[in-house]
């Protein structure tokens, strides 16, 4: 199922028009239309709120493989900070990422919720500097 086709069903799962959804966004219907037929693609941005909006996460609505398995398997829940901690033999991280999720385990829910929304705020914030820098150099080089 493609992006768009997860949008149109859960806009009309929670008995949305696209209108009201494009207004929860703070963005033009047809933009949120565009959206749904894939026409364009959301920004990051865009995508945490949707996710927001539908209650579902970023991997749902981007239709990525779910988790390997190996990550829940409680074998492998002794804390260390080796970067050298087995995540799974499908995983590519480089050595802080592997750091991070091994760490990121051993929170309690409240605080890992409270960390993955510090980053994504992070992450959008430092995507839409990068996306302005783009643009006014674009606009420079006009």
């Known amino acids: 199922m493609k992006f768009g086709d997860r949008l149109r069903i859960l806009r ?63 074998s492998e829940n002794i804390y260390t900070a080796s970067p050298k901690k087995k995540l799974g033999t499908e995983w590519s991280l480089r050595e802080n990422e592997q750091r991070l999720l091994i760490a990121f385990r051993y929170l309690d829910k409240d605080a890992q919720n409270e960390y993955l929304e510090q980053i994504e705020r992070e992450a959008s914030d430092k995507y839409k500097d990068r996306r302005n820098r783009k643009k006014e150099k674009g606009l420079s080089e006009s």
């Open 12 to 74: 009309k799962q929670h008995d949305l028009t696209q209108e009201q959804v494009a207004k929860k966004l703070d963005i033009v219907r047809s933009t949120y239309a565009y959206y749904e037929t894939g026409k364009t693609s959301p920004d990051f941005d865009t995508v945490v709120k949707l996710a927001r909006l539908f209650n579902v996460t970023t991997d749902y609505l981007l239709n990525a493989d779910p988790v390997n398995n190996t990550l829940n398997d409680p």
